[in-house]
């Protein structure tokens, strides 16, 4: 995948159809490494986000688990992997 270079750190991206999409963990990890990210998931704003989009782009998107993810989220007792 082609990347940008930002203030040093790699940001990957894709072109579709005359659209750009970056990579957003790639922005997150320049800010404090996979810990960042992972808190950053764990805030239910972040979660619905991605829902959002998962809805709209992924014909796919498995509601009944992203319902169970999206209803532990904020919670202290919920993590999800970076990976």
């Known amino acids: 995948m082609p990347e940008l270079n930002v203030l040093n ?7 579709i159809a005359d659209e750009d999409y970056i990579s957003i963990t790639d922005m997150l990890k320049s ?15 972040t979660i619905e986000f991605l829902g959002i989009c998962e809805k709209i782009h992924n014909p796919n998107f498995n509601y ?14 919920y993590k999800i992997s970076v990976k």
């Open 9 to 15: 750190q790699k940001i990957t991206y894709i072109k």
């Open 31 to 45: 800010k404090g490494g996979d810990f960042f990210v992972s808190d950053w998931l764990r805030n239910r704003n």
């Open 64 to 77: 009944g688990e992203f319902a169970i993810i999206k209803s532990q989220a904020g919670l202290n007792s």
